[in-house]
Every structure is written in structure tokens, then in C-alpha cells.
């Protein structure tokens, strides 16, 4: 295995991705196998034998493995399913491998390496998984959870599902292969932790002829571990293993159980979460004697599964402290985590770190996660990632706490204790502030992380006087040289003392960053930014792709011509853009985005109603760019589809349901004066009224329970998905028809949404439905979302009283701008559009200001690709270029900053309410 471990070590190298791939060319050539084709992807390879046709669905299996396990596993496999002549697919490289067992695999699905389509009868697949079996026994893999295994203990797993499926599009916007049931219907392939073929599946094939009747029926039994411990929460589901709150039945303590399942989470040595389970049980009580860890209670195995038990600390992660802690920049003279309390935790850390260091052991993975704020000081839980210094160990750490030589440097290594000390400054940067230090990468030529760190602690720091006091330390601890960041002693000495005035540390702070050596990215030039903003999206088409603009992870499996992650939200803003600066250049870029929708338009069989999901969207963005080119084709194109979309439809909100259709149908009769959809856009309202429940008081859409959706069941308050949203729509359609059956509604509307606004500080929260949970500012759920319907409102009716909860909004959106990303949906692009809106309505510029303040925010953030200066994601992990999260929904918002006019994605007649 010696050569299988070189090249595990290698996994992360470009020039090493074809590991796996050379394992399945290998088998081929063995066997002398022509025809076959192997057609790597991003994620999967698929192999397929010359001329066999897969069926939709059928008993499949599955073949487990580590990433140091999965070069000989598949060698192994395909020598058989080559031989068998039967396709197959495999995760690609040994990274992907990793990442099917790690903590961020689907829990259901993770594990899987292999996926074997038989298309066999019995028989002959029960010889394939015994001949599969033996070839892999031995070898080390998780099971898989979805699936039940051949064998006890076999990497051989098998589920019935779909092979191609029947694909299309689920009520949520998601494309999936779907299966095919006996009535005809087509039914999703759920792929859930536990073995759950549809009913009408074909027998087991691998089940007993007579099998014994399994009990059925009677309340759930409670779970006891070890006959001790008595489980009574889940706070964690992961694939490597669960994590719960219980109670020591011989004690009656409450505890924390920590689950580790075989050969899950494994690591590219070999280790695996059991590993990490124990290595955790001997830190901890090595670390007993000190005070600052929880006390290891008991680890015992159970059922093939290992557990550890730790006492339940009580308190808060010190994340969760920060963020019920910080006062809000909302105006007043000072905002942040107030300075004593900044002041004692920050000391409190630094004492920490020192004391893991004194033990010759380093953290590895330091953040606001895995530190716990008691009444009695800070504690350090996960102890898992900790390593002797000097220990060579697989690269670990959460983005944004990082040091550049363990987010840049090899896969593997030894941690320096340098590298702990980053760590430390970015969890004091995000102490004071409540933000996370995290940053894109530049494309190139990556300007120093310690310089964009800086300028972005200068802005926190303005009216911030725990980031100000702190700045030096941050400033020194988060340098780039490893060599440069100070001692533990020397942020000992600059923390002492309750001077509210910075101290120096050792050397100057930022000696990079003199006057003359700035780059043209430090201060924000509206104009600049709009035209790099436009000419990356320009030059990021791929018109020869099935896509035209690459997604991120959320919309990978979303219809390509949507509104959310799809061209037709980019083509929107981009015609936006062409009508504000006309220029040949952005006109063919509008053409080419229009026709290669165009093109694609009858490709999906499911039409959806959605205005960012489904075909609405898609029609309304034709729509403006045929109006906008002078293209008679788009604008009927435009029309045709806008008349096809379903308007009766369970789910009512904008994003996915009638709301958005309505809305499109509104601006459609708006452009073409068609009264057709004038029309429709009552159809739409007349279902939204029939739609209409009282319950508590409160008016509300909610989503039918039996309705196939992740939404089944909600009735949420915001825009995207709740009553906002639905209340715009109706409210505009009332004003076009003059029905005031409509406009009774979006008033009653408005006032469910007063009475459940959550104030304080003079600032208006949202939770996302009557369940309550976390108060919410940004477009989809919460008060931008929220305030965009009640400024429409206001402006409607009249009445002063919304002007209040309006600016009460506006201050809960502007206070919370240094803790979001850039973006439309869950980001400050979204809320800088209502600050817009309601400095139009207003004529209030302060509000226009609160917005700019609002660019000011994402601005800090901002990353270089080929030389332009743009932003990142919302999740401020990537750059996008989609509407939802990405560029094209900030450029929106920076052309009506700069330019004025009208809100993308809302009818005009809104613009006209006076």
C-alpha cells in the first residue's frame, strides 16, 4: 500500500487527479475492454460499457471507502464490473472521497464511492454483490446509511433507486432524476438516513424468502446508551456521527454524547473519526488539571459505534455569546461588543492559548465555534484538532481563522504555533465585532491578507471602541510573515491594563501600507466598480456551456434560465446596465444572453410558476431585453411563455408560486397592454384569496402539508416566501383592477406584519413565521424583505403610522451591515435596494446615505479576478455571478444607486404610487 499512501498524500495536486481515473483505464486495459467510455465530471466519473442502455430504476449498489482505501477498492471493483460488463460511477479524485465521509456529506448518501447499475434479475445480482463483496473484504469503508449492506460489515451496500430516473424539475426548482411508480406518477428517489424503498419497490432481492414479520407499531422507545445514558436531544446530525444532549442516569448530570461510526470522516493517513474520538478523550484528560476543558465522563462502544461522554458545560459558544452581546451599529455614538466585557474575554483567550502551548500542543482549528463562555470563563470544547507541535497532520481549519500558511501551503504538515496566533487575532477581530475575517482569495497576485485585513478592521473600527483598542493586536497577530506575529506574552502585555487607548505591539503595524503603495482597490469609486462589476459579468459567459454564467453549490440543480442562480437574473441586471451606458459591447452581450435562453426555453418539459424558481422569471427578463433591443422575437417569446405558466398553484409565495407569476403577468400587461394578462394577474389574485388563513389573528399563505415541497407546511412572514411577498402582489393588483377585495387583503396583510414586528432599540426585527426563532433583517425573511411591502403600503394608504416601522426597519437593516455578505436574498444588496426604495418614498436621504454605507460594507470585502475589482458571494466564500447571491444582484443594486429609477423584478405600477 505504500504507492496507494504517496499518491493519497498528492490527492490535492492538480497533476494528480487522474489517480482514480488511471485506476478504471487500468482495469480496462487488463481485460482488453473496448468501447467503454470514462467521461470524468466534476464531481463523479462515469464508465459505460459500448451499446448498454440503462434502465430508469432498479436495486443498485453501492461500494464504500476511505480515501486511503478507495485507489485499491476501485481497482478491485472494476476489474469485476468490467468483466460483468456493467456501468458504473465513482467519486473522482481522493478529495471527493474524503468528502463523501466527511461532516459535510449528505447523511444519507455519504459514504458512497461506488454506484454500481446492474440492470440484472436476482439472481445474477446477488452473484455481482458476492463477487464485488470478496474482492473488497477486508478493506476499510463507512457504511452507508440510505442503504442496507450485503453483508455485516461488507463495503457492499445496495437501495433501490434510480439509474437515469426521469428527469425534471421538483416543485422547489430542483432538477432531479425522479422515479417512476406503478400508477405512472413520477415519485423523488429519497435518499434518507435509514433504508426506505418506495412500498411498490420490486421484492428484496437480498431479503429472506420467508423472512421472519419485523415489529411494527408502539411509541418509540427512548434511547439508552451503554445502560447509563438517557438520550433526549439531537444537536448535531452528521454522517461520521451524531452528536446528542443526555443525562447519567447514574448520576443524573446532563452530559454530551458524541457518536463515531466506522471508518467515517476518514483522512487521507488512514485516521478517522474514531480516532479523533479518542485522541479527543485523552485531551481531555490530559487538560483535566487545568480547569479549561469539559470533564471526560466515559467512552465505550456500542453496536460497532464508538461514543464519548463529556459533562455539559453550561453557557454559550462564544459565537453565539458575541452575537447576543453586540450592540448594533444603528446610528449611535458607539456600537460593538462593549469593552469591558471585550477587554476580560480577550484576556481570558490569550490565557487560553498560552496554556495549550505550556503543554507543548497546538490548537489547529481555534474560532468562535469551539470556545464556550461560562460563568466561570472561557472553555475550550472539540478538542479533537489538537496536535503536539511539530506533528504532521492533514491541513484543518475554519475559513476566515485560517493563517495563510495553512490555507495556502501543503495538504499535509506540521502546524506551527504561529499559526494558533492567527487564529487568536481573527477571533478578537471577530470579538469586537461580530463579523468573521473571512476573504476571497484574489485570482492572482493575491494582495497581502494583512493589508485587506487592516483596512477592513479600520472601517469596523471607526465608532468601534473594542475594535479600536484592539487593532494593534489584530494588526499584529494577523500578519502574513509567521515570523513577524508576536509572542503570547507580548498580546499578554498589550491586553493588560483597562486603558480604553490602542497599544503598540513590537513592530509597526502595517508597514506594507504606506501612502503612495495603495492599490486602486482601497477606496471605493461607484463608477469603477460598476463598470468591473458589468465587465466580469460580460466576460464570465460561457455560452458554450449548460450554463451560461457557473453556478455555485445552492444552484447547481436548478433550471439554468431562472431568475436565482440562472442567466435570466443576470440578463435582467445586464439589460439594466445597457439602458443606464448603451454600448455595442454590453448590446451583444444582452443579445447573446437573450438568444441562448431563447434557445433553450422548450427544453424543460415542467413549466413553474415561481419568479425566481420557475419560468416567470425567465419570461420577464426576455420581456425587457426584447423591449430593451428593439427584438419583437423576445418580446413574443416573452409573452408566449408568460401565458403558458401555471397561475393556480399550492405553493403561493413569490420566489416559487402564484406571487411571482401574478407579479410577471402585471408587468407583462404593463409592457404589452394585452388585457389578457391583466387578466391572468387576477386569476393569480383570486387564487391567492381563496388561498388566504386566519389563524391567531394573523393572516397568513402557508404551503399545504401534502404538497411534494421542502416548504410543505410553512406559512412564513417575509417576501420571498411569506406574506410580503403574496401582500405586494395583491396590493399591485388591486391598484391596476381597482378590486378592493385585493387591496383588503394587503392591508390586513400589513397589519399581521405590525403586529408581529419584533422592536427594540428602535430597531424592527422579523422572526420567519409565527414558530418564532432567530430575528431576521435581510430580503428573503426579515425586515428589507418585510419593509420593501409596507413602504408600497404606506405609500398606498397614506398612513403615517408605517412610517415609523419603517424607519425602525430601515435602522435594523443599516445596524446590521458589517455581519452579511454581498447578495439580493440573504445579503445587503437586498437591503440596500428598501433603503432605496424608502428614501424615494420618503424623500429622506438619510436613508440613501444608510445604503451607500451599506456598498461601504460589502466593499471591504472586495477581491480581484483578471484585474477588475468585484465581490464576493453573500456566503463570502466565492465570486458569483448569479443574481440571487452573487454580482449581478449587487450591480443591481449599484446602478440604481448611481443612476436611480425602478426596482428590478416589481411592476412599474409600484413606482407610481403616490
Known sequence: MELTVAAARRADRPADETILVDCVRAALRRADATGWRVEPGDFWCHVQPPGQRQPVQGWKLHVSATPLSAPLVLSRVADVLVRAGRSFKFARTLDRVREQGSRHAERGAGGKFVTVYPGLPDDELRDLAEELHQATLGLPGPGVLSDRPYRPGSLVHYRFGVYGGVPMLSNDGMREAMLVAPDGSLVPDQRKAWFTPPGWAPRDPFAPVDPTPAETGGAPRPVLLNGRYRVHQVIRHDFPGSVYRATDQSTGAAVIVKQARPHAGADIFGGEVRDRRRHEAEMLRRFAATGFTARLVDLFEQQGDLFLVQEQLPGTTLRQWVSTTVVPDDGGPAWGVPLPEVLRTARDLVELVRRVHQEGFVLRDLSPNNIMVTDDGLRLIDLEALVPVGATVPRLFTPGYGAPEQTGGAPVGPVPVAADLYALGAVLFHLASAVDPV??????????????????????????????????????????????????????????????????????????????????????????????????????????????????????????????????????VLVRAYQAEPDEALRAAV??????????????????????????????????????????????????????????????????????????????????????????????????????????????????????????????????????????????????????????????????????????????????????????????????????????????????????????????????????????????????????????????????????????????????????VVLPDESRNSVLAEFSAGMAGVLALLLRLRDGGPRLWLPEAFARIR
Not at 486602486?520 to 458589468?534: G, P
Not at 378592493?740 to 406584519?753: P, Q, S, V
Open 439 to 572: 476573504l476571497v482569495r484574489d485570482d492572482a497576485g493575491d494582495r497581502p491578507r494583512q493589508d485587506r485585513l487592516g483596512r477592513w478592521l479600520d472601517q469596523l473600527a471607526a465608532r468601534n471602541p473594542a475594535a479600536r483598542r484592539l487593532a494593534p493586536v489584530i494588526r499584529a497577530l494577523t500578519r502574513d510573515d509567521p515570523d513577524r506575529r508576536p509572542r503570547i506574552d507580548e498580546v499578554a502585555a498589550a491586553l493588560a491594563g483597562d486603558d480604553p487607548e490602542p497599544a503598540r505591539v513590537d513592530a509597526p503595524d502595517r508597514p506594507v501600507d504606506r501612502v503612495g503603495q495603495r492599490t486602486h482597490a482601497d477606496v471605493l469609486d461607484l463608477k469603477q466598480l460598476v463598470a468591473d462589476a458589468t465587465d466580469h459579468l460580460v466576460a464570465t459567459m460561457r455560452p458554450e456551456g449548460s450554463r451560461l454564467w457557473a453556478p455555485g453549490p445552492s444552484g447547481t440543480k436548478t433550471d439554468p434560465l431562472n431568475v436565482q442562480h440562472g442567466a435570466a437574473g443576470v440578463l435582467g
Open 591 to 868: 443579445a447573446g444572453a437573450a438568444d441562448w435562453i431563447s434557445r433553450r426555453i422548450c427544453h424543460e418539459s415542467r413549466l413553474l410558476p415561481g419568479l425566481h424558481y420557475g419560468r416567470s422569471g425567465t419570461a420577464w427578463a426576455l420581456l425587457e431585453a426584447g423591449e430593451t433591443l428593439g427584438a419583437a422575437r423576445l418580446t413574443d417569446l416573452a409573452a408566449d411563455l408568460a401565458a403558458r405558466v401555471p397561475l393556480r398553484w399550492p405553493n403561493p409565495d413569490v420566489c416559487h408560486g402564484t406571487a411571482g407569476a401574478g407579479l410577471t403577468q402585471l408587468r407583462l400587461w404593463e409592457v404589452t397592454g394585452r388585457d389578457v394578462f391583466l387578466d391572468r394577474a387576477g386569476q393569480a389574485a383570486e387564487a391567492l384569496a381563496d388561498a388566504a388563513h386566519e389563524r391567531d389573528g394573523l393572516l397568513l399563505w402557508p404551503v399545504p402539508p401534502e404538497f411534494p415541497s421542502l416548504l410543505a407546511g410553512a406559512a412564513h412572514y417575509g417576501f420571498a416566501h411569506g406574506v410580503a411577498g403574496v401582500a405586494s402582489f395583491l396590493l399591485a393588483v388591486g391598484r391596476a383592477t381597482g378590486d378592493e377585495r385585493y387591496l383588503d387583503l394587503a392591508a390586513r396583510a400589513g397589519r399581521t406584519l405590525r403586529s408581529v414586528a419584533e422592536v427594540s432599540g428602535g430597531s424592527a426585527r422579523w422572526a420567519s413565521s409565527p414558530k418564532g426563532g432567530q430575528l431576521l433583517t435581510h430580503w428573503c425573511s426579515g425586515s428589507s424583505g418585510i419593509g420593501t411591502f409596507l413602504v408600497r403600503l404606506w405609500r398606498h394608504d397614506g398612513d403615517d403610522r408605517w412610517l415609523d416601522l419603517l424607519d425602525q426597519a430601515a435602522r435594523a437593516v443599516h445596524g446590521s451591515r458589517w455581519h452579511a455578505g454581498p447578495g439580493q436574498c440573504h445579503g445587503l444588496a437586498g437591503d440596500g435596494e428598501f433603503l432605496l426604495d424608502l428614501a424615494d418614498a420618503s424623500g429622506d436621504e438619510r436613508y440613501r446615505r444608510w445604503a451607500e454605507d451599506l456598498v461601504t460594507s460589502s466593499y471591504v470585502q472586495n477581491v480581484l479576478r483578471d484585474g477588475r
